[in-house]
């Protein structure tokens, strides 16, 4: 007698998840005892799309819930409603939600609302505080209860679970799928440059110069973080053996204060955001990393480039504590000390950028599929 595949229903919405789970959505493809759908609320509608593209992954079910201004709680209350209609619908064996975004919070409430178990990818970060990251921190911590499948990228994330009291044997060490997805893009920029051959007009306009990547958007850091960020890009660039490519995200909040406080710095190339190919050749080009992005410090260790956390605490220690990363927060006289100490200090770069990536081997998609297929008796 055949039995009929199980369904696995993968949703996500924003650019940070896709490519977090592109390389699941692969793995757990390559089984036959598992049937995979994929929707998409499009949470990040344009961002998310060039995720989607370079993965060649087209989403099962699409629900384009992105509106100009939208509140977290129309966006909440959106999700819910949508996604329960989806679940209805498809009936899933289970539901895979990834990290910490308004739609992996709704994707679990409404799988458990269905009785529909839940796989957490990326489960069990914490920073230990509510508001940093907002609304992540409090996001993730909902999914933790609902979800009987954590699979947390290290021991320390699995560690924070079980001090949650979240059964032991319903937590997995995997390693970070964005490593995954790191190896997967570099070897298709290495087949097909032209993928990535963009920014071959900024590597000739900076060569000889030290770059350093710029990500910034959190939403804690608007005004008053902002604008010290915007300062400390600024005086970085009066250097003349440094330049910086900033992808400038599109939130108002981000643009505004860069126009104002930034104008036309020589040596800071203020560009779209960057594609994920575009994105690792950017982190191939950078000599040190700027952000306050989580996903960032993850990515660049793997390349062996230092990270300058622009924020107050993360909820991704580990890089820190193996010296990859360093806080440095929102503070322009913090930022500009702590870039110049790796520009000038030969020894404190080294150390950063030959300390050891504690966020996986690429090998973490594979370990979830498994997982979840021996959790259906195969």
Same mark, same amino acid.
């Given at each position: 007698?055949?039995?009929?595949?199980? %369904?696995?229903?993968?949703?996500?919405?924003?650019?940070?998840?896709?490519?977090?789970?592109?390389?699941?959505?692969?793995?757990?493809?390559?089984?036959?005892?598992?049937?995979?759908?994929?929707?998409?609320?499009?949470?990040?509608?344009?961002?998310?799309?060039?995720?989607?593209?370079?993965?060649?992954?087209?989403? !099962?079910?699409?629900?384009?819930?992105?509106?100009?201004? @939208?509140?977290?709680?129309?966006?909440?209350?959106?999700?819910?409603?949508?996604?329960?209609?989806?679940?209805?619908?498809?009936?899933?064996?289970?539901?895979?939600?990834?990290? !910490?975004?308004?739609? =992996?919070?709704?994707?679990? *409430?409404?799988?458990?609302?269905? %009785?529909?178990?839940?796989?957490?990818?990326?489960?069990?970060?914490?920073?230990?505080?509510?508001?940093?990251?907002?609304?992540?921190?409090?996001?993730?911590?909902?999914?933790?209860?609902?979800? +009987?499948?954590?699979?947390?990228?290290? @021991?320390?994330?699995?560690?924070?679970?079980?001090?949650?009291?979240?059964?032991?044997?319903?937590?997995?060490?995997?390693?970070?799928?964005?490593?995954?997805?790191?190896?997967?893009?570099?070897?298709?920029?290495? =087949?097909?440059?032209?993928?990535?051959?963009? *920014?071959?007009?900024?590597?000739?306009?900076?060569?000889?110069?030290?770059?350093?990547?710029?990500?910034?958007?959190?939403?804690?850091?608007?005004?008053?973080?902002?604008?010290?960020?915007?300062?400390?890009?600024?005086?970085?660039?009066?250097? !003349? +053996?440094?330049?910086?490519?900033?992808?400038?995200?599109?939130?108002?909040?981000?643009?505004? $204060?860069? !126009?104002?406080?930034?104008?036309?710095?020589?040596?800071?190339?203020?560009?779209?955001?960057?594609?994920?190919?575009?994105?690792?050749?950017?982190?191939?080009?950078?000599?040190?990393?700027? /952000?306050?992005?989580?996903? $960032?410090?993850?990515?660049?260790?793997?390349?062996?480039?230092?990270?300058?956390?622009?924020?107050?605490? /993360?909820?991704?220690?580990?890089? $820190?504590?193996?010296?990859?990363? %360093?806080?440095?927060?929102?503070?322009?006289?913090?930022?500009?000390?702590?870039?110049?100490?790796?520009?000038?200090?030969?020894?404190?770069? &080294?150390?950063?950028?030959?300390?050891?990536?504690?966020?996986?081997?690429? %090998?973490? &998609?594979?370990?979830?599929?498994?997982?979840?297929?021996?959790?259906?008796?195969?």
């Amino acid at each position: 007698m055949t039995v009929a595949p199980k %369904k696995i229903l993968v949703v996500f919405g924003t650019r940070p998840e896709a490519i977090k789970l592109f390389p699941v959505v692969q793995a757990l493809a390559a089984r036959p005892e598992l049937q995979v759908r994929t929707c998409v609320t499009a949470q990040h509608r344009g961002l998310l799309d060039q995720v989607l593209q370079i993965a060649e992954l087209t989403p !099962d079910i699409d629900l384009d819930l992105m509106e100009p201004g @939208q509140s977290l709680d129309r966006l909440t209350a959106r999700l819910l409603t949508g996604l329960g209609e989806v679940m209805d619908a498809e009936a899933p064996d289970r539901v895979m939600v990834q990290g !910490d975004t308004a739609t =992996a919070m709704v994707g679990a *409430l409404a799988a458990y609302y269905r %009785k529909v178990p839940v796989s957490h990818v990326e489960a069990g970060l914490r920073s230990g505080d509510i508001w940093q990251p907002w609304p992540e921190e409090v996001n993730r911590r909902i999914v933790a209860p609902i979800a +009987d499948q954590h699979f947390a990228p290290t @021991q320390t994330a699995a560690d924070a679970l079980l001090r949650e009291n979240i059964a032991a044997d319903t937590v997995h060490v995997t390693g970070n799928t964005v490593i995954d997805a790191l190896h997967w893009t570099r070897a298709r920029i290495a =087949a097909d440059p032209m993928i990535a051959a963009g *920014l071959d007009g900024l590597a000739a306009r900076f060569a000889g110069k030290r770059i350093v990547l710029v990500t910034t958007h959190r939403r804690e850091n608007f005004g008053d973080g902002m604008a010290q960020i915007a300062a400390a890009i600024g005086r970085i660039a009066d250097r !003349d +053996d440094v330049a910086l490519i900033f992808p400038v995200h599109p939130n108002p909040n981000v643009v505004s $204060v860069m !126009d104002r406080v930034l104008g036309t710095c020589a040596n800071v190339a203020r560009i779209d955001p960057l594609d994920y190919p575009h994105f690792i050749r950017a982190l191939e080009l950078a000599h040190l990393v700027l /952000t306050d992005s989580g996903g $960032v410090q993850e990515e660049a260790p793997a390349l062996g480039k230092p990270v300058l956390v622009m924020r107050e605490t /993360t909820e991704r220690p580990e890089g $820190v504590t193996a010296g990859t990363a %360093k806080l440095v927060g929102p503070h322009a006289d913090r930022i500009v000390s702590e870039i110049s100490t790796l520009l000038d200090d030969t020894a404190a770069y &080294s150390a950063m950028a030959r300390a050891h990536n504690p966020f996986g081997d690429g %090998k973490a &998609s594979a370990r979830i599929a498994g997982v979840i297929a021996n959790g259906f008796g195969n």
